[in-house]
């Protein structure tokens, strides 16, 4: 059987050790065919020096930051494969990550966007007493360290490859379906099905130019189509987080806070009638809120941003009747 190369796009923002550490980590760990594009967002530490030497990417240069929304567009509309894997550059794939992504997707043509096991809080450390996501937190350190090292401190005490092992054995929840609204799944690393994506209109809207809220757009989109937002625990990707916003000097809070009243502008209906129908249902969504309930992590976040007397006063507004869906 014919296995057709998947399209891998990657959008690089200075942070050039870890791009060379993610794209090693590809020709090492990926037996499936694929396509390498990356696309860089105005790069000055190196790194396109870095790519230009690559044989093996297609490299797309922008004269000027579009914002991760506007770069992946860009490297998306080159590829043309029917699943495509949209990457960051701190992305660490391990042994055999993308053979059962694909075979999930083609046995499931309903799923639009497929994530895996990566540091998060649904992802439980191998030492069984901490999340990922605390770990990768609690290694960081106060400076941004050496990719290579950074990894190491994390997964100890064992080795890489057996980290991803012990991570898929105790996590495994198999095939994971998320409800969208609330919850989302991270484009850090997952892979997508161009016919549908280009049914719901395309990997981004435009109006996310900022860092953050473009891939619960993406995520909500899918869903609210009638589509499925999927995670698996047959594949663990390694996530660093923030890593190019960090050492590119973004102010990260401001570009996310100006996305994020974006988002509640264009969701605001979706969000209010999501909320009406839970509570209609006798579920203490506020509870959910302010307990920090995972799946309602997002949405805690509109909250705090929006402000909780507006946020929920419009809740109520269409609750009572007084303003329409």
Known sequence: MIREPIDIIIVTWNACDYTRYCLDSIRSHTDYPYNLIVVDNGSIDGTIDYLERQDDVLLIQNRENLGYGGAITRGYEVGDSHLTCVMNNDIVVSPGWLEPMVRIMRQDREIGILGTLRPASFC????????????????????????????????????????????????NFGLREIEGPPSFISTCCVLVNREIIDRIGGLADPRFFRYGCEDVDLSWRISIEGYKIALTSEAYVHHFKHVSVEVSDLDRKASTEGNMRIFYEKWRNEINRFLTAKLSEGVDVKKRLGEEDPDYWFLARLEGMIGAEKFWQSVERVKSGKERI
């Open 124 to 171: 439980l450390h191998p030492d069984g007493q901490r999340d990922t996501g605390l770990v990768l937190r609690e290694t960081r350190g106060y400076k941004l360290p050496d990719p290579e090292v950074w990894l190491e401190q994390f997964c100890s005490p064992y080795t890489y490859e057996d980290f991803v092992e012990e991570a898929k054995r105790i996590n």
